[in-house]
């Protein structure tokens, strides 16, 4: 069976929307510019929520994904758990302990776990795709004119990140931590052969002042800063990238494309590939750099569908046969500009969750569309150069011997595989929207989500562990929380829709039930009383500490209400956010594990 996966373009469906702030009194002014200086007496610290509460809670869960047998072991398992005497309380003393030491207990646990120590590819398991409005190209003046827009676009933004004038987020009255935003340029993940590490040299007292742009596999250090520090112009932008391409006529070894590889066999070909001087140059270019353009050629379709085409590109290149190759898939924030006018980025998700990377994306869209008045000057196609002497291009080099050259091969193999096992379709519901739902006196995130439950449901006859993203923004250097979306009202409803022997108002009934469940167990973990990274930290503690994993993590009911077949996200953008699937399908080894 190959993999599936179904992408809707996010029209305002949310759970926990981000806002910007706008005009606010003097004592969260204040507020505000504590936030930017990552003082963390801002914001709260992420609580540790009572043993007690959370295994109650995480019962609740189980109970539809398990059989009555089933669920009595488990029960019985989490009772000696959580006993006053049981290892439960003593793990739950180390994250206390943990808390009252550091400004987020779970952060550092948190980027290894579900980042650094993951070794499946980044490339559709992990590295979302974003879709821009498609463009129009019809000359490669068209192409490098956009492209020259976002790359101003987003060192304008830059200012204001370096300048600490990002407005705040706020989930309605509360300010969100705004780390993130920090952490997005200049940043990028090394391989290793057990876990990786990421660096950000945006942070740096001398950060990076250039970016790489890639094209026919090739890649070009260009300096984007003048030497009075200004950013380059969109036509000074135009000759540097005018220059790039001509120098690249012909592809080159695809060496990006070992950036696609499950992270294991990746890190050990970078040993390698670093022996070289001249590459160790070229890969430290790279990895410094502010970020990535892809110049692409006219993008296939496959499908037929130009939205779901334009997806597909963005979150893989369309493999070894498309611009796999002309990636760097450890790099934060890599643009794809396509020369037919697909246009879009992928990005690297260790540092951020969707937030600061959907409000880049607004920036650019708002620059290209309402560009200051310098840079429409600059924005007119002139085959002039510059009058400003600008530095050239520069090439870097990669020296590729016999061993890289088998191992480009095996990435080829590899990525052609994952291609060819993913699904998706993108598309746009555009039978009712929130307005109807809130009509209803419903949640649209908890409604979409039944939908969701309703749909796997009637496909597989049964219910799955569904994973929604909850944002924990709300406290210090706060990243997520699942929202555990199947529930005994979820399962209930499911199979009223599905009973044609039912009442409509009965049916009705069922879906508020399920809704509000849902609604209910969201809030909990928007405020850092879920169930799942409270079970994570308490296991981690337990390796941490050189103890026995207990045995609540190997029993049958942690097993399944912990492996998610549908996994979730939204985020409130006018573009499509969309990302590959996290599972095998049913039947299949998982090869990553």
């Known amino acids: 069976m190959a993999l599936s996966a179904a992408f809707i373009l996010r029209q305002g469906l949310r759970c926990g929307r981000v806002m910007r702030s706008g005009s606010v009194v003097t004592s969260e002014a204040m507020r505000s510019r504590l936030l930017h200086q990552g003082d963390a007496p801002a914001l709260p610290r992420l609580p540790v929520p009572h043993l007690h509460d959370t295994l109650t809670k995480y019962l609740k869960t189980v109970k539809p994904l398990v059989t009555e047998e089933e669920y009595m072991l488990t029960e019985e398992i989490v009772k000696r758990f959580g006993n006053v005497d049981g290892i439960g309380q003593k793990l739950q003393q180390k994250l206390e302990e943990k808390k009252n030491t550091t400004q987020n207990w ?99 007292p001398e950060p990076p002042r250039h970016i790489v742009v890639a094209h026919n596999n090739h890649f070009f250090k260009i300096d984007v800063y003048g030497k009075q520090g200004k950013p380059l112009n969109v036509r000074q932008l135009v000759h540097q990238l005018r220059n790039v391409v001509e120098r690249s006529t012909h592809p080159t070894a695809p060496v990006g494309i070992l950036t696609s590889q499950n992270r294991n066999v990746w890190g050990k070909a970078y040993k390698q590939l670093r022996k070289d001087k001249v590459n160790k140059a070229s890969l430290e270019e790279i990895h410094r750099c502010i970020f990535l353009v892809a110049l692409d050629g006219p993008v296939v379709n496959p499908t037929g569908n130009t939205m779901t085409d334009a997806a597909l590109h963005c979150v893989h290149g369309n493999g070894p046969q498309g611009y796999a190759g002309n990636r760097w898939y450890d790099k934060t924030i890599q643009f794809i500009i396509g020369k037919k006018g697909v246009v879009g980025l992928t990005y690297e998700h260790t540092p951020a969750e969707g937030p600061p990377i959907a409000n880049l994306m607004d920036h650019i869209m708002d620059y290209i569309h309402n560009p200051p008045k310098d840079a429409v000057q600059a924005g007119h196609s002139d085959p002039r150069p510059p009058a400003v002497e600008l530095s050239r291009p520069q090439r870097l080099i990669f020296n590729v011997g016999p061993e890289t050259k ?112 849902h609604k209910t167990y969201a809030q909990k973990a928007i405020n850092g009383l879920g169930v799942d990274r409270h079970l994570l930290g308490l296991k981690l503690a337990a390796i941490e500490a050189g103890m026995d994993v207990p045995k609540l993590f190997m029993d049958v009911g942690y097993l399944r209400s912990s492996h998610m077949r549908i996994s979730t996200s939204q985020v409130l953008v006018p573009h499509c956010g969309l990302i590959g699937t996290l599972l095998l399908a049913s039947g299949q080894k998982d090869k990553w594990s």
């Open 106 to 204: 779970l952060a550092d646990w948190w980027i290894n776990a579900a980042y650094l120590d993951c070794r499946g590819p980044l490339v559709v398991w992990s590295s979302p795709g974003l879709v821009f409005p498609l463009q129009e190209f019809k000359t490669l003046d068209d192409q490098l004119n956009y492209a020259a827009k976002v790359i101003a676009g987003t060192l304008d933004y830059k200012i204001m990140v370096d300048e600490k004038t990002v407005p705040v987020d706020r989930m309605g009255k509360d300010f969100l931590d705004m780390s993130q935003y920090f952490k997005v340029l200049g940043t990028c993940r090394i391989p290793g052969v057990t876990r990786d590490t990421i660096k950000f040299y945006g942070q740096e």
């Open 406 to 517: 088998l191992e480009i091969e095996d990435a080829k193999i590899a990525l052609e595989s994952l291609v060819g096992d993913l699904e998706m379709t993108c598309f746009k519901f555009t039978g009712f929207g929130k307005s109807f739902i809130k009509s209803l006196k419903m949640s649209p995130d908890s409604f979409l989500q039944m939908a969701i439950q309703l749909t796997f449901y009637r496909i597989h006859q049964e219910p799955g562990a569904h994973y929604e993203s909850a944002s924990t923004r709300k406290f210090i250097y706060g990243r997520t929380e699942t929202i555990r979306s199947c529930s005994e009202e979820s399962v209930a409803f499911s199979q009223a829709m599905l009973n044609p022997d039912l009442p409509v108002a009965d049916k009705a009934a069922a879906l508020r039930s399920a809704v509000e469940a």
